[in-house]
């Protein structure tokens, strides 16, 4: 199975440091975000790994290489102009092929175990849900007997990681160019096709100086 890092973003409210430095190359605990998630990425196994890139993208292409120091093999798609993360994915299906693929956020950080994510999935996508975090209290979506809903008033939601697998066919019908990735999921959820798991472990979404300290936090208290 292969892997996708989302790294395209520009990361306006990490200014000024996403001024000259890619989002996933900013580093938390002295080490790149991108890297934690390549060394992880290894360790459970995926070793062919696609990588999209956009603002300051040489610059990733630059620091990682064809991914031989990690153990893994990275292919780049480069965009020209910012296609959202549903374009993005699209864009790059080419080099993904025709199976289910694993696809994490460039500009988060955890200590989950990817390997529990080789098992095939029964539908189109399969989402890692997270608890609720200070910053988006309402969260995302529900997670009932194993598969998840679009988030329905007074009860009980959890926050999408940004680590999912995704099979091409949910991309069926898309056109190249921008667009987001949530309507393509809550289709796929009315039609019963989006199955999830709570994360087990540790995760910050790394959107902020003050959400960059807190991981910086849980990597030294690993350490």
């Known amino acids: 199975m292969k892997a996708m890092i989302l790294a ?13 430095t890619p989002k996933p ?22 070793t062919e790994i696609v990588i999209n890139h956009a603002w300051l993208g040489q610059q990733i292409e ?14 780049y798609s480069p965009e020209g102009e910012p296609l959202e993360t549903g374009g ?8 993904l092929g025709d199976e289910a693929f694993v696809v ?17 999935i029964a539908g189109l996508a399969h989402l890692v849900l997270a608890n609720n975090p200070d ?3 309402a969260g995302d979506f529900q997670l009932i007997d194993g598969q998840v809903r679009d988030a329905q008033p007074d009860v009980a939601t959890l926050t999408y990681s940004g680590i999912a697998v995704l099979h091409p066919q949910l991309f069926e019908g898309c056109s190249a160019g921008a667009f987001k990735l949530a309507p393509l999921l809550r289709t796929a959820m009315a039609n019963g096709q989006v ?10 979404d790394v959107g902020t100086h003050e959400r960059l300290a807190q991981a910086e936090t849980l990597i030294e208290a690993r350490r």
């Open 8 to 20: 395209a973003g520009k990361g306006e409210r990490m200014r000024p440091l996403t001024l000259t």
């Open 25 to 46: 190359l900013i580093r938390a605990g002295g080490v790149p975000l991108i890297e934690y998630h390549l060394r992880a990425l290894a360790a459970a196994g995926f």
């Open 62 to 75: 630059d620091y990682l290489g064809d991914g031989s120091r990690y153990g893994v093999h990275i292919q």
């Open 88 to 95: 993005g994915i699209f864009r790059a299906l080419p080099l």
């Open 104 to 120: 994490v956020n460039g500009d988060i950080w955890t200590d989950y175990d990817f390997s529990v994510l080789h098992q095939p």
């Open 135 to 137: 910053h988006h209290p």
């Open 195 to 204: 199955s999830g798991e709570r994360l087990n472990g540790q995760w910050v």
